[in-house]
Protein backbone atom coordinates (compact mmCIF):
# COMPACT_ATOMS: atom_id res chain seq x y z
CA UNK A 1 0.00 0.00 0.00
CA UNK A 2 1.48 3.47 -0.98
CA UNK A 3 1.36 6.14 1.52
CA UNK A 4 -1.32 8.35 1.09
CA UNK A 5 0.73 11.26 2.49
CA UNK A 6 3.21 10.79 -0.54
CA UNK A 7 -0.25 10.69 -2.77
CA UNK A 8 -1.25 13.68 -0.92
CA UNK A 9 1.65 15.81 -1.27
CA UNK A 10 2.86 14.82 -4.53
CA UNK A 11 0.38 13.43 -6.86
CA UNK A 12 2.54 13.75 -10.04
CA UNK A 13 5.24 12.26 -8.62
CA UNK A 14 3.38 9.05 -7.94
CA UNK A 15 1.14 9.39 -11.48
CA UNK A 16 4.58 9.49 -13.48
CA UNK A 17 5.86 6.34 -10.97
CA UNK A 18 3.22 4.50 -11.60
CA UNK A 19 2.88 4.90 -15.23
CA UNK A 20 6.08 3.24 -16.09
CA UNK A 21 4.10 -0.21 -14.66
CA UNK A 22 0.59 0.83 -15.73
CA UNK A 23 -1.22 2.21 -18.89
CA UNK A 24 -3.52 4.04 -16.74
CA UNK A 25 -3.18 5.75 -13.20
CA UNK A 26 -6.38 8.03 -11.83
CA UNK A 27 -5.50 9.28 -8.48
CA UNK A 28 -8.49 11.66 -8.33
CA UNK A 29 -10.62 9.33 -6.59
CA UNK A 30 -8.45 8.77 -3.73
CA UNK A 31 -7.39 12.44 -3.31
CA UNK A 32 -11.33 12.86 -3.45
CA UNK A 33 -11.85 9.49 -0.65
CA UNK A 34 -9.06 11.40 1.36
CA UNK A 35 -10.45 14.95 1.72
CA UNK A 36 -13.72 13.17 2.39
CA UNK A 37 -11.99 11.21 5.73
CA UNK A 38 -9.54 14.56 6.56
CA UNK A 39 -13.14 16.14 6.95
CA UNK A 40 -15.01 13.69 8.48
CA UNK A 41 -12.69 12.92 11.10
CA UNK A 42 -12.10 16.56 11.71
CA UNK A 43 -15.74 16.77 12.38
CA UNK A 44 -15.79 13.90 14.67
CA UNK A 45 -12.91 14.86 16.72
CA UNK A 46 -14.98 18.44 17.34
CA UNK A 47 -18.46 16.76 17.88
CA UNK A 48 -16.71 14.32 20.49
CA UNK A 49 -15.52 17.48 22.15
CA UNK A 50 -18.01 19.13 22.52
CA UNK A 51 -19.76 15.95 23.76
CA UNK A 52 -16.85 16.03 26.65
CA UNK A 53 -17.16 19.33 27.46
CA UNK A 54 -21.55 18.77 28.04
CA UNK A 55 -20.78 15.78 30.19
CA UNK A 56 -18.49 17.80 32.46
CA UNK A 57 -20.94 20.72 32.25
CA UNK A 58 -23.96 17.84 33.63
CA UNK A 59 -21.68 17.36 36.30
CA UNK A 60 -21.66 20.33 37.48
CA UNK A 61 -25.29 20.87 37.14
CA UNK A 62 -25.68 17.66 39.41
CA UNK A 63 -23.40 18.78 41.83
CA UNK A 64 -25.15 21.92 42.64
CA UNK A 65 -28.93 20.40 42.20
CA UNK A 66 -29.66 22.25 39.38
CA UNK A 67 -31.90 20.39 36.68
CA UNK A 68 -30.24 18.26 34.13
CA UNK A 69 -32.92 17.17 32.00
CA UNK A 70 -33.01 19.69 28.76
CA UNK A 71 -28.98 18.90 29.46
CA UNK A 72 -29.13 15.22 29.21
CA UNK A 73 -31.86 15.61 26.03
CA UNK A 74 -28.78 18.02 24.21
CA UNK A 75 -26.51 15.58 25.31
CA UNK A 76 -28.40 12.68 24.03
CA UNK A 77 -28.80 14.08 20.74
CA UNK A 78 -24.99 14.78 20.14
CA UNK A 79 -24.24 11.52 21.20
CA UNK A 80 -26.83 10.07 18.32
CA UNK A 81 -25.24 12.72 15.71
CA UNK A 82 -21.34 11.49 16.58
CA UNK A 83 -22.75 7.62 16.18
CA UNK A 84 -23.62 8.77 13.04
CA UNK A 85 -20.80 10.64 12.17
CA UNK A 86 -18.42 7.84 13.44
CA UNK A 87 -19.99 5.41 11.04
CA UNK A 88 -19.97 7.75 8.03
CA UNK A 89 -16.53 8.25 9.11
CA UNK A 90 -15.95 4.32 8.90
CA UNK A 91 -16.98 3.98 5.68
CA UNK A 92 -14.94 6.78 4.42
CA UNK A 93 -11.79 5.27 5.83
CA UNK A 94 -12.65 1.60 4.12
CA UNK A 95 -13.44 3.59 0.63
CA UNK A 96 -10.05 5.35 1.16
CA UNK A 97 -8.21 1.97 2.30
CA UNK A 98 -10.14 -0.17 -0.37
CA UNK A 99 -8.87 2.73 -3.46
CA UNK A 100 -5.60 2.11 -1.99
CA UNK A 101 -5.13 -1.14 -2.04
CA UNK A 102 -6.13 -1.08 -5.92
CA UNK A 103 -2.64 0.79 -6.30
CA UNK A 104 0.82 -1.01 -7.28
CA UNK A 105 3.59 -0.42 -5.53
CA UNK A 106 5.96 2.10 -6.93
CA UNK A 107 8.85 0.69 -8.76
CA UNK A 108 12.54 1.49 -8.06
CA UNK A 109 14.67 3.96 -10.48
CA UNK A 110 16.94 1.82 -11.37
CA UNK A 111 14.31 -0.76 -12.68
CA UNK A 112 14.30 -0.79 -16.57
CA UNK A 113 11.13 0.84 -17.69
CA UNK A 114 8.95 -1.37 -20.46
CA UNK A 115 7.82 -5.24 -20.50
CA UNK A 116 9.80 -8.52 -20.66
CA UNK A 117 12.06 -7.64 -23.11
CA UNK A 118 13.45 -4.27 -21.49
CA UNK A 119 14.95 -6.89 -18.66
CA UNK A 120 18.05 -6.61 -18.48
CA UNK A 121 21.15 -9.16 -17.65
CA UNK A 122 23.21 -8.41 -14.70
CA UNK A 123 25.07 -11.69 -14.09
CA UNK A 124 26.13 -14.86 -16.02
CA UNK A 125 27.84 -17.85 -14.82
CA UNK A 126 29.29 -21.02 -16.42
CA UNK A 127 28.95 -21.88 -19.84
CA UNK A 128 26.24 -23.77 -21.72
CA UNK A 129 27.16 -27.16 -21.82
CA UNK A 130 27.79 -28.65 -25.10
CA UNK A 131 25.37 -31.37 -25.50
CA UNK A 132 25.59 -32.04 -29.61
CA UNK A 133 22.83 -31.26 -32.23
CA UNK A 134 20.07 -32.94 -30.35
CA UNK A 135 20.10 -33.06 -26.28
CA UNK A 136 16.97 -34.70 -24.94
CA UNK A 137 14.73 -32.53 -23.25
CA UNK A 138 13.80 -33.43 -19.50
CA UNK A 139 10.57 -35.04 -20.04
CA UNK A 140 12.43 -37.84 -22.32
CA UNK A 141 15.08 -38.06 -19.73
CA UNK A 142 12.82 -38.42 -16.97
CA UNK A 143 10.70 -40.62 -18.31
CA UNK A 144 13.42 -43.15 -19.21
CA UNK A 145 15.12 -42.64 -15.97
CA UNK A 146 11.46 -43.42 -14.37
CA UNK A 147 11.79 -40.01 -12.37
CA UNK A 148 8.66 -38.41 -12.98
CA UNK A 149 5.48 -40.43 -14.04
CA UNK A 150 3.48 -37.68 -16.13
CA UNK A 151 0.46 -39.81 -17.10
CA UNK A 152 -0.53 -40.95 -13.51
CA UNK A 153 0.56 -37.78 -12.19
CA UNK A 154 -2.13 -36.55 -14.41
CA UNK A 155 -4.37 -39.40 -13.63
CA UNK A 156 -4.29 -38.24 -9.59
CA UNK A 157 -4.97 -34.43 -10.06
CA UNK A 158 -5.95 -33.75 -13.85
CA UNK A 159 -3.56 -31.71 -16.14
CA UNK A 160 -1.25 -29.73 -14.68
CA UNK A 161 0.27 -32.61 -11.94
CA UNK A 162 3.25 -34.91 -12.05
CA UNK A 163 4.21 -37.67 -9.90
CA UNK A 164 8.01 -38.00 -8.76
CA UNK A 165 8.48 -41.43 -8.62
CA UNK A 166 11.75 -43.71 -7.26
CA UNK A 167 14.79 -41.88 -7.44
CA UNK A 168 12.80 -38.91 -8.74
CA UNK A 169 11.15 -38.46 -5.69
CA UNK A 170 15.06 -38.97 -4.03
CA UNK A 171 16.46 -35.98 -6.33
CA UNK A 172 13.19 -33.76 -5.47
CA UNK A 173 13.56 -34.31 -1.50
CA UNK A 174 17.54 -33.84 -2.02
CA UNK A 175 17.02 -30.27 -3.18
CA UNK A 176 14.63 -28.90 -0.54
CA UNK A 177 16.91 -31.03 1.93
CA UNK A 178 19.97 -29.38 0.52
CA UNK A 179 18.29 -26.18 0.63
CA UNK A 180 17.21 -25.99 3.91
CA UNK A 181 20.48 -26.90 5.54
CA UNK A 182 22.20 -24.07 3.67
CA UNK A 183 19.82 -21.60 4.66
CA UNK A 184 19.39 -23.19 8.55
CA UNK A 185 23.34 -23.05 8.78
CA UNK A 186 23.82 -19.30 7.35
CA UNK A 187 21.22 -18.79 10.96
CA UNK A 188 18.21 -18.15 8.57
CA UNK A 189 15.13 -18.96 10.96
CA UNK A 190 13.01 -22.41 10.09
CA UNK A 191 9.57 -22.06 9.63
CA UNK A 192 7.14 -24.44 8.75
CA UNK A 193 3.66 -22.36 8.10
CA UNK A 194 -0.06 -23.69 7.72
CA UNK A 195 -0.56 -24.55 4.03
CA UNK A 196 -4.46 -22.81 4.34
CA UNK A 197 -4.21 -18.91 5.05
CA UNK A 198 -7.09 -16.42 5.80
CA UNK A 199 -8.12 -13.86 3.52
CA UNK A 200 -6.19 -11.23 5.68
CA UNK A 201 -3.57 -12.76 4.76
CA UNK A 202 -3.68 -12.15 0.65
CA UNK A 203 -4.38 -8.95 1.11
CA UNK A 204 -1.46 -7.82 3.26
CA UNK A 205 0.95 -9.96 0.89
CA UNK A 206 -0.49 -7.38 -1.49
CA UNK A 207 -1.81 -10.90 -3.93
CA UNK A 208 -5.27 -9.79 -3.29
CA UNK A 209 -7.33 -8.54 -4.63
CA UNK A 210 -5.58 -8.33 -8.22
CA UNK A 211 -4.73 -12.16 -8.11
CA UNK A 212 -7.65 -13.52 -5.96
CA UNK A 213 -8.67 -15.51 -8.75
CA UNK A 214 -5.12 -17.34 -9.07
CA UNK A 215 -5.09 -19.47 -5.85
CA UNK A 216 -7.23 -22.18 -4.59
CA UNK A 217 -10.21 -20.62 -2.50
CA UNK A 218 -11.52 -22.76 0.24
CA UNK A 219 -15.06 -22.21 2.28
CA UNK A 220 -14.63 -24.07 5.92
CA UNK A 221 -18.76 -25.14 6.33
CA UNK A 222 -17.68 -26.20 9.71
CA UNK A 223 -15.68 -22.89 10.96
CA UNK A 224 -18.64 -20.64 10.08
CA UNK A 225 -17.85 -20.23 6.85
CA UNK A 226 -14.45 -18.99 7.27
CA UNK A 227 -12.56 -18.54 3.87
CA UNK A 228 -9.42 -19.80 3.52
CA UNK A 229 -6.90 -19.95 0.39
CA UNK A 230 -3.87 -22.31 -0.41
CA UNK A 231 -0.77 -20.53 0.02
CA UNK A 232 0.33 -19.59 -3.46
CA UNK A 233 4.16 -18.95 -2.17
CA UNK A 234 5.56 -19.59 1.65
CA UNK A 235 6.04 -15.81 1.19
CA UNK A 236 2.54 -14.94 2.09
CA UNK A 237 2.88 -17.04 5.12
CA UNK A 238 6.17 -15.26 6.17
CA UNK A 239 5.19 -12.24 5.87
CA UNK A 240 1.69 -12.46 7.91
CA UNK A 241 3.75 -14.04 10.87
CA UNK A 242 4.53 -10.83 12.01
CA UNK A 243 1.27 -8.70 10.83
CA UNK A 244 -0.07 -6.02 13.71
CA UNK A 245 3.46 -6.28 15.09
CA UNK A 246 5.78 -3.95 16.16
CA UNK A 247 8.70 -4.85 16.12
CA UNK A 248 12.07 -3.68 18.32
CA UNK A 249 14.27 -2.79 16.55
CA UNK A 250 17.67 -4.46 17.77
CA UNK A 251 16.09 -7.23 16.41
CA UNK A 252 16.27 -6.25 12.84
CA UNK A 253 17.08 -7.94 10.19
CA UNK A 254 14.61 -10.87 11.09
CA UNK A 255 15.48 -13.80 8.51
CA UNK A 256 13.45 -16.51 8.01
CA UNK A 257 12.88 -19.44 5.58
CA UNK A 258 10.39 -21.92 5.04
CA UNK A 259 10.16 -25.09 2.79
CA UNK A 260 6.25 -25.99 1.39
CA UNK A 261 4.50 -26.79 -1.94
CA UNK A 262 2.84 -24.04 -3.65
CA UNK A 263 -0.64 -23.96 -4.94
CA UNK A 264 -1.51 -21.77 -7.91
CA UNK A 265 -4.25 -21.77 -10.66
CA UNK A 266 -1.81 -22.02 -13.82
CA UNK A 267 -3.54 -21.15 -16.76
CA UNK A 268 -1.03 -23.07 -18.45
CA UNK A 269 -0.62 -24.20 -21.83
CA UNK A 270 0.58 -26.92 -24.83
CA UNK A 271 3.99 -24.54 -25.47
CA UNK A 272 7.22 -26.71 -25.63
CA UNK A 273 8.18 -24.35 -22.74
CA UNK A 274 5.58 -25.49 -20.61
CA UNK A 275 5.64 -29.41 -21.14
CA UNK A 276 6.62 -31.38 -18.00
CA UNK A 277 7.09 -30.13 -14.59
CA UNK A 278 7.50 -26.23 -16.18
CA UNK A 279 4.26 -25.18 -15.46
CA UNK A 280 1.75 -26.77 -13.05
CA UNK A 281 -0.59 -25.94 -9.76
CA UNK A 282 1.22 -27.59 -7.16
CA UNK A 283 5.25 -27.27 -6.97
CA UNK A 284 7.88 -27.42 -3.87
CA UNK A 285 9.94 -24.49 -2.94
CA UNK A 286 11.88 -23.16 -0.09
CA UNK A 287 11.45 -18.96 0.48
CA UNK A 288 13.71 -16.98 1.94
CA UNK A 289 12.45 -13.90 3.79
CA UNK A 290 13.71 -10.60 5.64
CA UNK A 291 11.97 -8.07 7.60
CA UNK A 292 14.71 -4.80 7.93
CA UNK A 293 14.84 -1.38 8.82
CA UNK A 294 14.85 0.48 5.65
CA UNK A 295 18.99 0.98 6.14
CA UNK A 296 19.22 -2.50 6.16
CA UNK A 297 17.25 -2.72 2.77
CA UNK A 298 19.91 -2.85 0.01
CA UNK A 299 22.28 -5.20 1.95
CA UNK A 300 19.65 -7.86 2.49
CA UNK A 301 18.62 -7.42 -1.47
CA UNK A 302 21.98 -8.46 -2.25
CA UNK A 303 22.30 -11.34 0.42
CA UNK A 304 19.04 -13.11 -0.89
CA UNK A 305 20.34 -12.76 -4.88
CA UNK A 306 23.66 -13.73 -3.52
CA UNK A 307 22.12 -16.74 -2.25
CA UNK A 308 20.13 -17.91 -4.81
CA UNK A 309 23.06 -17.43 -7.43
CA UNK A 310 25.41 -19.63 -4.62
CA UNK A 311 22.80 -22.44 -4.81
CA UNK A 312 22.34 -22.74 -8.27
CA UNK A 313 26.18 -22.64 -8.49
CA UNK A 314 26.85 -25.29 -6.20
CA UNK A 315 24.18 -27.58 -8.24
CA UNK A 316 27.02 -26.64 -11.09
CA UNK A 317 24.28 -25.09 -13.59
CA UNK A 318 24.81 -22.69 -15.94
CA UNK A 319 22.35 -19.36 -15.13
CA UNK A 320 21.92 -15.79 -15.73
CA UNK A 321 20.65 -13.04 -13.40
CA UNK A 322 18.16 -10.30 -14.69
CA UNK A 323 16.66 -7.57 -13.13
CA UNK A 324 13.35 -7.15 -14.53
CA UNK A 325 11.80 -4.10 -15.75
CA UNK A 326 8.86 -2.21 -14.29
CA UNK A 327 6.17 -4.25 -16.21
CA UNK A 328 7.49 -7.64 -15.72
CA UNK A 329 8.06 -7.37 -11.64
CA UNK A 330 5.36 -8.48 -9.73
CA UNK A 331 2.93 -5.39 -8.88
CA UNK A 332 4.01 -5.33 -4.85
CA UNK A 333 7.80 -5.22 -5.73
CA UNK A 334 9.87 -2.13 -6.04
CA UNK A 335 12.82 -4.11 -7.05
CA UNK A 336 13.19 -7.60 -8.56
CA UNK A 337 16.31 -9.80 -9.75
CA UNK A 338 15.32 -13.03 -11.37
CA UNK A 339 17.82 -15.92 -11.58
CA UNK A 340 17.07 -18.11 -14.30
CA UNK A 341 18.39 -21.27 -15.39
CA UNK A 342 19.20 -22.31 -19.11
CA UNK A 343 17.37 -25.42 -20.55
CA UNK A 344 19.32 -26.74 -23.61
CA UNK A 345 16.19 -28.72 -25.03
CA UNK A 346 14.39 -25.07 -25.80
CA UNK A 347 17.55 -22.98 -25.77
CA UNK A 348 15.85 -20.66 -23.54
CA UNK A 349 16.46 -19.38 -19.47
CA UNK A 350 13.97 -20.38 -16.90
CA UNK A 351 13.39 -18.66 -13.81
CA UNK A 352 14.18 -20.39 -10.92
CA UNK A 353 14.10 -17.51 -8.02
CA UNK A 354 12.53 -14.12 -7.99
CA UNK A 355 14.64 -11.99 -5.44
CA UNK A 356 12.77 -8.68 -4.51
CA UNK A 357 12.32 -5.68 -2.95
CA UNK A 358 8.92 -4.74 -1.72
CA UNK A 359 10.53 -1.51 0.43
CA UNK A 360 7.27 -0.29 2.61
CA UNK A 361 4.76 -1.76 0.68
CA UNK A 362 3.51 -4.62 1.80
CA UNK A 363 4.51 -3.30 5.77
CA UNK A 364 1.57 -0.75 5.58
CA UNK A 365 -0.80 -3.20 4.12
CA UNK A 366 -0.23 -5.68 7.14
CA UNK A 367 0.77 -2.75 10.04
CA UNK A 368 4.29 -4.11 10.52
CA UNK A 369 6.03 -1.28 12.66
CA UNK A 370 9.06 -0.94 14.59
CA UNK A 371 10.31 1.22 16.98
CA UNK A 372 13.96 2.77 15.93
CA UNK A 373 14.59 4.48 19.29
CA UNK A 374 13.37 4.68 22.66
CA UNK A 375 10.63 8.29 22.43
CA UNK A 376 11.02 7.94 18.84
CA UNK A 377 7.79 7.22 16.86
CA UNK A 378 7.35 3.66 15.06
CA UNK A 379 7.65 3.60 11.26
CA UNK A 380 7.29 1.23 8.74
CA UNK A 381 9.81 -1.84 8.21
CA UNK A 382 10.69 -3.15 4.57
CA UNK A 383 10.13 -6.75 3.85
CA UNK A 384 12.03 -8.40 0.65
CA UNK A 385 11.88 -12.33 -0.47
CA UNK A 386 13.51 -14.89 -2.76
CA UNK A 387 13.15 -18.24 -4.03
CA UNK A 388 15.72 -20.41 -2.11
CA UNK A 389 15.28 -22.28 -4.63
CA UNK A 390 11.87 -23.28 -6.63
CA UNK A 391 12.41 -27.42 -7.48
CA UNK A 392 10.10 -27.92 -10.32
CA UNK A 393 12.33 -25.94 -12.86
CA UNK A 394 15.31 -27.10 -11.43
CA UNK A 395 14.88 -30.90 -11.73
CA UNK A 396 14.67 -30.60 -15.34
CA UNK A 397 17.94 -28.09 -15.69
CA UNK A 398 19.78 -30.79 -13.99
CA UNK A 399 18.50 -34.01 -16.34
CA UNK A 400 19.40 -31.81 -18.96
CA UNK A 401 22.27 -29.92 -18.45
CA UNK A 402 24.16 -33.06 -16.32
CA UNK A 403 22.67 -35.83 -19.36
CA UNK A 404 25.46 -37.58 -20.84
CA UNK A 405 25.74 -39.16 -23.98
CA UNK A 406 25.04 -42.59 -22.57
CA UNK A 407 21.41 -41.16 -21.15
CA UNK A 408 22.61 -41.01 -18.05
CA UNK A 409 22.42 -38.05 -16.25
CA UNK A 410 25.35 -37.18 -13.34
CA UNK A 411 23.97 -36.19 -10.03
CA UNK A 412 25.28 -32.52 -8.17
CA UNK A 413 27.39 -33.12 -5.79
CA UNK A 414 25.50 -31.53 -3.14
CA UNK A 415 22.63 -34.55 -3.66
CA UNK A 416 24.74 -37.37 -3.85
CA UNK A 417 25.10 -38.36 -0.30
CA UNK A 418 21.13 -38.47 0.33
CA UNK A 419 20.66 -40.13 -3.16
CA UNK A 420 23.48 -42.50 -2.50
CA UNK A 421 25.18 -42.62 -6.09
CA UNK A 422 26.60 -40.21 -8.54
CA UNK A 423 24.95 -41.26 -11.74
CA UNK A 424 21.15 -41.84 -12.62
CA UNK A 425 20.53 -44.52 -15.36
CA UNK A 426 17.42 -46.26 -17.15
Same mark, same amino acid.
Given at each position: ??????????????????? +??????????? /???????? +?????????????????????? &????????????????? !??????????? &?????????????????????????????????????????? %???????????????? /???????? +???????? /???????????? !???????????????????????????????????????????????????????????????????????? &????????????????????????????????????????????????????????????????????????????? %???????????????????????????????????????????????????????????? &????? %?????? /????????????????????????????????
Amino acid at each position: MLDIELIRSDPEYVRTALL +KRVDDVDLDPI /LEADVIRR +KLTTEVDTARSERNRQARQIGK &LKSSGADTTEAQKQAAA !LGDQVTAMQAA &LTEAEKTLHDLLMELPNLPDDRAPVGGKEANQVVRTWGTKPD %LGDKPLDHVELCTRLG /LIDYARGT +KLGGSGYW /LYTGQGAALEWA !LIDFFNREHYAAGYQFLLPPHMLTEEAGYAAGQFPKFHEDVYHIAEENEGGRKSFLLPTAETAILNVHRDEI &LPAETLPIKAFSYTPCYRREAGGYRTEERGSMRGHQFNKVEMFQFTAPGQAEDALKELVGRAQMLVEKLGLHYQTSL %LATRDASASMRLTYDIEVWLPSIGIYKEVSSASWAGDYQARRANIRYRPDKGKPTAYIHT &LNASG %LATSRL /LPAIVEQHQQPDGSVAVPGPLRAWLGTDVLRP
